[in-house]
């Protein structure tokens, strides 16, 4: 397998499709990428730190860098960081905005590119932080909606006024005028509302209670927590529908060096990989103590058949011979970024597997059930898209004593590099399939073709 993965797929010209080697094994040990979701995290609540005088630097050890990431690097410093970057840590000194930005009226504008949660954490975070700012991104995340988020910072004093579609970017907003008070959030089509909100709060000259109605994916919270903590935050929960943040004070929140745990995440691919295949792979950089909610991926992989245990710092995951592989029933509403990759495993498990309790699914950097539902189907597998839910078939298993179809297919990753890294799982099993656009996969793991291919050796016994 070869391929050189783009960190912006929207700026350099996509490369040609890339053909995924099926039949071999998954062996073989890797360190994860550090985690993007603790990445931006730090990078965000580094942007709240350095917004009061005196503000100290911060050192970033082993941060993320990829697509995302690299372009919350690009806004703290047209917010007026120095950003001394290294392969180990960053380095972000705060300081005044560049010379074309210090007149009074001047307007800072952010480009998020296709980054959601860059976008939504910004939302809240450029209300607090001095200045005048445009936010604004791609088309597709011109359509993702940051409604709810506006509305509950406006309640705080925030102000933000839309330049185009209401409920979606681009957007203009008054920096330093969230002042702090009671508002109410629904979170229910993304927890990323809930912690934009309090982080913001840490640097509000009040004090801050969000009153939270629906909420998904809730370990997210977690993460925020965790990172809160880490910059002398102090977020109290007032009983299980209700944060109060209290304000830091003169002194600010603010940290002189963080580190940047493995990413559960990207952690489950190649975890996904060894189950698939009957494989045998050690993971370094996680921790089963981590806040990630992707943890508990292995608990599904458990239940499909794998087995899952931890050899002092490394996890160890190893598939059954033929990568002989239980269907299961998973409400995801939790891990949805793992959706796409229980989707992969589906078509080659015994019965059947159905994952519910999705709808936000539909929000993200594609609408990732639509999108699997569509290219497994091009595969030849049998899958059943609802409203909220997909239902995958095992077609290609042992017990059927049918194999998959060899035809070439080239998969559309719909520009979502986790319909890209999903697929690619299929493919280790389905001959002939191909990826276009693999850059993708920039955003968020960018080294993930090459530790595939790292990972593959000798072939799958009884596979078809």
């Known amino acids: 397998m070869t391929g050189s993965p783009s960190t912006s797929p929207d700026a350099n010209p996509p490369t040609l499709p890339l053909p995924i080697p099926a039949g071999g094994r998954a062996v073989g040990r890797l360190t994860v990428p550090p985690s993007k979701s603790v990445t931006h995290r730090f990078l965000n609540l580094a942007l709240l730190a350095g917004s009061r005088p005196g503000a100290s630097p911060l050192l970033v050890e082993r941060p993320l ?5 690299r372009l919350f690097l690009a806004a703290l410093g047209r917010a007026g960081f120095r950003v001394e970057e290294s392969p180990e840590a960053v380095r972000l000194t ?3 905005p560049p010379p074309e930005h210090r ?6 504008e952010i480009f998020c590119g296709n980054a959601g949660t860059m976008l939504r954490f910004l939302v809240a975070t450029l209300a607090v932080v001095p200045g005048r700012w445009r936010l604004d991104g791609t088309p597709r995340l011109r359509e993702r909606p940051v409604g709810p988020l506006v509305e509950a910072v406006r309640r705080l004093g925030g102000q933000i006024e839309y330049l185009g579609r209401p409920g979606c970017v681009p957007l203009r907003i008054a920096g330093g005028s969230l002042r702090g008070g009671v508002t109410a959030i629904d979170a229910g089509e993304s927890s990323q509302y809930l912690s934009a909100l309090l982080m913001a709060g840490l640097a509000a ?8 109605g629906a909420l998904t994916s809730q370990p997210y919270i977690e993460v925020t927590l965790a990172a809160a903590a880490a910059f002398g935050g102090r977020i109290e929960r007032l009983g299980e529908h209700a944060f109060r943040v209290r304000p830091a004070g003169p002194a600010g929140v603010g940290a002189s060096r963080v ?7 990207a952690a489950c691919y190649p975890a996904a990989a060894a189950a698939l295949t009957g494989g045998d792979v050690r993971l370094a950089g996680v921790f089963p103590d981590s806040r990630q909610g992707d943890r508990h991926f292995l608990d599904l992989l458990t239940a499909m058949g794998a087995a899952v245990a931890w050899e002092g710092d490394l996890l160890a995951v190893r598939g059954r011979e033929g990568g002989d592989l239980q269907g299961i029933d998973a409400d995801l509403s939790g891990l949805p970024d793992q959706v796409p990759t229980l989707a992969a495993l589906g078509p080659f498990a015994r019965g059947t597997t159905r994952i519910t309790n999705v709808p936000h699914l539909r929000i ?10 569509s290219e497994l189907g091009r595969v030849g597998a049998a899958v059943e898209e609802g409203a909220d839910s997909l239902t995958v078939h095992g077609l290609w298993h042992r017990e059927t004593g049918a194999s998959p179809p060899s035809g070439r297919v080239v998969i559309d990753s719909h520009n979502d590099h986790r319909i890209a890294m999903s697929m690619a799982l299929v493919g280790l099993r389905r001959p002939g399939i191909e990826i276009a656009a693999p850059e993708v996969v920039g955003k968020s793991y960018p080294e993930f073709w090459a530790d595939l291919t790292s990972l593959l050796q000798g072939p799958v016994s009884g596979s078809g």
């Open 65 to 69: 860098y990829a697509e995302d990431t």
């Open 103 to 108: 007149e009074k009226e001047a307007e800072i």
């Open 94 to 96: 705060p300081g005044p």
């Open 259 to 265: 580190r940047v745990e493995g990413d559960w995440s």
């Open 364 to 373: 993200k950097e594609s609408d990732r059930l639509g999108a699997m539902a």
């Open 205 to 212: 000259p009040e004090g801050v209670v969000v009153e939270v």
